[in-house]
C-alpha cells in the first residue's frame, strides 16, 4: 500500500466512526489543543488494526515519512495511532531514529503522547544505543522544552534493574527547583516506579535531595 493509499484509508475509517458529542469533550479535556474525531482509545485501536498488521505495514523508511504527515494533522487520533505505528518498527531502530523521535515530542506536545514517546520509543532507543544517553540529556535538559525535559526523565522508566541511577541523579538534580507540575509530577512518578526494583536507593534519595512536596509524596506512595 503507497504512502498516499495508506493514509486515505486511515482517514475515510476514522471519520466514518466519529462522534461529535465526545470530540468537543475529548477537545475539552485537552484544553482545546487539537481536535478529534471522537474517537474512544479501544474503538480507535480496532479501527487501525488492519493498518498495523505486520505483513501491510509500509517499509520502514517510508512509515517516517507517513509518521510526519499524520503528526500534522489536527486530530489527535493521528498522534496516537502514528506513536503506535512508530513502535511497529522498535525492533528496527537505526541511529537516526533518535531526531524522528525528538520530532514528535516537540510538537503537538502533551502528555499522552510524550509519555508513550519517552517509556516505549527512547527507551528502547537508549537501550540499543546507550552512547546517545548523555549527548541527547545533555541537549534536553539545557533546552528551554518541559517536554524534552520530561522525556529525559522517563526513558528510563521501565528498566528496573537497567536503571542507571547516576545518570538520573543528575537529570532530577537539574531540574530541581522547577515550578512545572509535569516536571514535578516525572520526577516522582520515574522515582515511585524505580522503588519496586530499588526502594532503598529511592529513600536514601529523597532524603538527601529537596524535592517539591508532590515528587516526594509520588516517589514514596509505594514505601509508606
Same mark, same amino acid.
Given at each position: 500500500m503507497v504512502k498516499s493509499d495508506f493514509m486515505d484509508a486511515l482517514e475515510y475509517e476514522f471519520r466514518a466512526s466519529s462522534n461529535l458529542r465526545l470530540a468537543l469533550k475529548q477537545k475539552a479535556y485537552v484544553r482545546n489543543q487539537f481536535e478529534f =474525531?471522537?474517537?474512544?482509545?479501544?474503538?480507535?485501536? !480496532? @479501527? $487501525?488494526?488492519?493498518?498495523?498488521?505486520?505483513?501491510?505495514?509500509?517499509?520502514?523508511? !517510508?512509515? @517516517?515519512? &507517513? &509518521?510526519?504527515?499524520?503528526?500534522?494533522?489536527p486530530q489527535r487520533e493521528y498522534h496516537h495511532f502514528s506513536q503506535e505505528l512508530a513502535f511497529k518498527y522498535v525492533n528496527q531502530l537505526e541511529k537516526t531514529d533518535i531526531v524522528l523521535f525528538e520530532y514528535m515530542v516537540t510538537h503537538k506536545s502533551w502528555w499522552d503522547t510524550v509519555d508513550f514517546i519517552a517509556n516505549k520509543l527512547m527507551g528502547a532507543y537508549f537501550k540499543k544505543y546507550?552512547? $546517545?544517553?548523555? +549527548? =541527547? &540529556?545533555? *541537549?534536553?535538559?539545557?533546552?528551554?522544552? @518541559?517536554?524534552?525535559?520530561?522525556?529525559?526523565?522517563?526513558? $528510563?522508566?521501565? %528498566? *528496573?534493574?537497567?536503571?542507571?541511577?547516576?545518570?538520573?541523579?543528575? @537529570? &532530577?538534580?537539574s531540574l530541581l527547583g522547577s515550578k512545572e507540575f509535569f516536571i514535578n509530577k516525572a520526577i516522582g512518578w520515574l522515582?515511585? !516506579? %524505580?522503588?519496586?526494583?530499588?526502594?532503598?536507593? +529511592?529513600i536514601e534519595y529523597v532524603e538527601k535531595t529537596e524535592l517539591s512536596t508532590l515528587s516526594k509524596r509520588e516517589a514514596l506512595r509505594l514505601i509508606y
Open positions: =474525531y471522537g474517537l474512544k482509545t479501544t474503538e480507535r485501536r !480496532e @479501527i $487501525q488494526k488492519p493498518f498495523l498488521i505486520k505483513d501491510f505495514l509500509p517499509e520502514k523508511n !517510508e512509515s @517516517i515519512a &507517513i &509518521i510526519k504527515l499524520l503528526w500534522e494533522k546507550p552512547e $546517545q544517553r548523555k +549527548v =541527547y &540529556i545533555e *541537549k534536553w535538559l539545557k533546552s528551554t522544552n @518541559i517536554w524534552l525535559h520530561r522525556s529525559a526523565l522517563l526513558f $528510563q522508566l521501565k %528498566y *528496573k534493574n537497567d536503571l542507571d541511577k547516576e545518570l538520573l541523579s543528575h @537529570i &532530577i538534580n522515582l515511585r !516506579e %524505580y522503588s519496586r526494583t530499588n526502594p532503598e536507593w +529511592v
